[in-house]
């Protein structure tokens, strides 16, 4: 009974080497459905035979005649797929950050156009307080920079009024 199906599975395995030979001689599309349709084997069969199908993936990838492959792979199919679904949520993202933007453009339209809200001028006068407080930054290290030297200048005055009282008596 072994011996049988020993047979049995090496003519399978004759009957899908002569149908991958003649989808590559024919130029025919190479898909493991077709080959166990034409070789009349079940899938199963193939995909339990792991050389059988390693060979049938290698020609479905092996360039015909013409230059183009006999089929799409699966693999490949799957990258497509990832790439599309990756440039997808990249463009969900970009969409909703123009709508985004897009709607506070439109806002902040409607805000200045109700009356609502600060007067056009505003951007003028905070600008305007952003100079003067920086000026007054910058006066107020001048001040103390003065005041430092103004104490130097009275600390000498005591030193020189002091040596002269002491050279007097």
């Not at 463009?91 to 123009?98: D, E, F, G, K, N």
């Not at 897009?102 to 001028?121: C, F, H, K, N, R």
């Amino acid at each position: 009974m072994a011996e049988g199906k020993r047979a049995d599975s090496a003519r399978r395995r004759e009957r899908v080497l002569k149908a991958l030979d003649a989808a590559l001689r024919g130029g025919e599309d190479i898909t493991v459905s077709g080959l166990a349709r034409a070789a009349r084997v079940d899938r199963t069969f193939l995909y339990r035979h792991r050389d059988l199908l390693e060979r049938i993936h290698a020609a479905a990838r092996t360039p015909t005649e013409d230059g183009r492959t006999a089929a799409v792979s699966r693999a490949s199919l799957q990258t497509d797929l990832a790439n599309a679904l990756a440039r997808n949520t990249r463009l969900a993202v970009r969409v909703q950050v123009l709508e985004r933007r897009l709607s506070e453009a439109l806002g902040q339209g409607v805000w200045e156009e109700s009356g609502l809200g600060a007067p056009t001028d505003i951007d003028q006068l905070q600008r305007r307080i952003t100079f003067l407080e920086q000026h007054v930054a910058e006066l107020e290290g001048q001040l103390e920079e003065r005041t430092d030297e103004l104490e130097a200048a009275r600390a000498a005055n005591r030193e020189l009024t002091r040596s002269l009282n002491l050279s007097i008596t």
